[in-house]
């Protein structure tokens, strides 16, 4: 897929596949039984209720002309108790159908929170990620309506429909035959909006995650916003993703609308008629119709319209329903392009040799970020990256942990190659410390053990002294058990870095990946961190990209990275003495942080 963004519309599917009911239908299955219950009380409830008429065509035709008192009574007592039957009985469907209909939506909503658990990388690199948030959100509740009470509605009120055609035709056949002329004209109606229908619903839909990618972009960049003031521009362009979002609703709901009115229409002219003709066969010399059959009848037309116009209703929530479908299915089928060969086997405890074997890879087609890399690294030791930025440091590393795969080569760790065993092998023997230095929502002593869910206390305290950040984490108001929010944002950027470190050395691992892990940390703390680390990265393989080359000067090996390949590597001394762009670039650090440039 091309990358997305919050001012470009999903790809609209031409036709519905009928598969995205069939699958919706999975979820339903499991409440079948309660269902089917439900139905069945509602079928009798209305059963009964449409004897009502009848009941009320014999006091007119017959108890009141035979001053009957005793038999007026017992129907109207019956139909009390009638009436009392159905309330009980609709208060019933309602609250097993709203617990069903939010079971599913909790069935829906965690399939796809799962699915995109395992999505990798690039999936997220390549659309906004509030059009993701709003699938699981928005367009998941948006089923609410037609699974807490549409199912059940539309099966009950086609049967309503059924018997109350039956009750019809038992009043009068002729009658019945003019009231059924109305429905191929409500037919004509629906096919004639049907097709513009879904696609005012669809754009509707987009509309409506583009607008929720903005504002989560807004919130995520509100410092950067406030600080180049452009609170206005962005005012403007949410108010146009606002405008539009309002203009496809008002589009698409105008075809909602024009259902009802089309009901009533069709209802009114139809009752119409049924009068007209009802009063000239009562009028008729040869009376063939009587004024009881007349009123029972209309109170049946009533009753045949009322679950035609719900069906109506439920046809609009099933089309608005079909194009969330469309992408809350699309979201769960996104293939997970990183996972487990089919025979993946476990990986074998890491002893941390690590080669790289003519590892070639790209983002995006055609366009090669790594070409034809070669190296070796053996058990325990470390290897930094330098180069200038883009150079596709972050992207070697990444590879390594296998975040992406790999467009051709092999990355072999003690010479298993890491496509072959299971991802959850693989990384719970990693230690990886990213650029982003994220914080979850929680205490600081959960957020280190994010690292290993096992570690006690004590373990996730003495990592975070070998990181030197026991210091500034004891100081705070609640030490470990302090309170941080999502992104950390009451910690300074050098604090976040040394918690997420921390994470990283707590699970033990045996190869440890560390980009840019001291860019932000004050020399001092680099300085107390380096001996720490000096310490516990023996025995380990890691890679430590760096921009300030004091951090690295170690390493035992360090590779210059440019251009898609490895352009220079050897140890420090070795590439100073070689006199090429490690040299340049050690120099112009140096430059930079002599007294005279100071
Ligand atoms: P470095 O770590 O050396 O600064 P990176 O490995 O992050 O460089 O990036 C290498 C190149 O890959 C850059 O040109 C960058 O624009 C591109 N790149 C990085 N991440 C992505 C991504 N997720 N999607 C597409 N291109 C990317």
């Known amino acids: 897929m091309a990358r997305n963004k919050y001012d470009m519309d999903e790809i609209l599917e031409d036709s519905f596949d009928t598969k995205q009911l069939k699958r919706l239908a999975g979820y339903v ?103 993701i948030q709003v699938r699981v959100v928005n367009y998941v509740n948006s089923l609410s309506d037609l699974l ?7 099966v009950t009120d086609l049967c309503n429909l059924i018997f109350i055609i039956i009750f019809m035709l038992i009043c009068d056949a002729r009658l019945t035959l003019i009231c059924l002329c109305g429905l191929p004209l409500l037919a004509v109606v629906i096919v004639f909006i049907k097709r513009k229908q879904r696609r005012a619903w669809q754009i509707q839909s987009n509309k409506q995650s583009n607008l929720n990618a903005y504002i989560a972009e807004s919130i995520n960049g509100i410092r950067v916003t406030q600080s180049f003031v452009r609170e206005n521009e962005n005012t403007h362009i949410f108010s146009n993703l606002s405008g539009s979002y309002r203009n496809a609703w008002m589009r698409a709901v105008k075809f909602n609308f024009t259902m009802g009115p089309s009901v009533d229409m069709i ?26 059959i007349l009123i029972a009848f209309t109170a049946y037309i009533g009753r045949f319209w009322a679950p035609i116009n719900t069906l109506a209703g439920f046809y609009n929530s099933l089309l608005t329903a079909i194009s969330y479908l469309e992408r809350i299915f699309e979201t769960i089928d996104e293939p997970v392009l990183v996972q487990d060969a089919k025979d993946a086997s476990v990986m074998p405890s890491i002893r ?56 051709s080569g092999q990355i072999l760790i003690d010479g298993n190659d890491i496509s072959t065993v299971t991802i959850r ?26 690292g290993n869910k096992e570690a006690a206390d004590e373990q996730v305290i003495a990592a975070a002294k070998t990181v030197c950040a026991h210091d500034f984490i004891s100081q705070m108001e609640n030490g470990y058990h302090t309170e941080v929010n999502e992104r950390g944002s009451r910690l300074s950027a050098g604090q976040r870095q040394l918690i997420s470190f921390a994470r990283a050395l707590l699970a033990d691992p045996k190869i440890l990946i560390l980009d840019e892990a001291t860019s932000s940390i004050d020399t001092e703390t680099e300085i107390l961190l380096q001996k720490g680390l000096n310490e516990l990265l023996k025995g380990r393989t890691s890679f430590i990209i760096a921009h300030r080359l004091s951090t690295i000067k170690n390493a035992d090996c360090i590779m210059y990275v440019d251009q ?5 590597h050897g140890t420090h001394e070795e590439l100073l003495a070689q006199k090429g762009a490690y040299y340049e670039l050690y120099m112009s650090q140096f430059d930079f942080l002599s007294p005279a440039n100071a």
């Not at 898609?564 to 220079?568: D, F, M, Q, R, V």
Request: aromatic share 12%.
């Open 29 to 131: 299955s499991p409440y079948k039984t309660k269902m089917a219950g439900v139905i069945v009380l509602m079928l009798s409830s209305s059963a009964l209720t449409m004897m009502v008429p009848i009941f009320f065509q014999r006091i007119m035709d017959f108890y009141i002309p035979d001053k009957n008192m005793e038999k007026i009574l017992t129907v109207s007592l019956l139909t009390l108790a009638i009436a009392c039957y159905s309330a009980v009985a609709m208060r019933f469907k309602i609250k097993t159908m709203s617990v069903i209909g939010q079971s599913i939506i909790h069935a829906i909503r965690n399939d796809i929170f799962n699915h995109l658990q395992e999505l990798p990388f690039s999936y997220y690199d390549d659309r906004p990620h509030g059009k």
């Open 148 to 154: 807490s009470n549409g199912i059940v509605n539309t």
């Open 267 to 292: 209802s009114a002219i139809t009752t119409s008629f049924v009068y007209v003709l009802g009063i000239r066969w009562i009028l008729a010399p040869d009376a063939t119709l009587t004024v009881g």
């Open 352 to 407: 941390g040799d690590v080669e790289f074997r003519d590892v070639c890879f790209s983002y995006e087609e055609g366009h090669r970020i790594l070409d034809h890399i070669n190296f070796t690294v053996s058990q325990g030791q470390t290897y930094a990256f330098v180069g200038p930025t883009g150079a596709g440091k972050s992207t070697i590393v990444n590879l390594i942990s296998r975040f992406y795969n790999v467009d």
């Open 425 to 450: 092998s693989l990384r719970t023997q990693m230690g990886v410390m990213m650029q982003d230095s994220f914080i979850f929502s929680g205490t600081i002593m959960d957020n280190i053990r994010y």
């Open 564 to 568: 898609g390949g490895i352009l220079e």
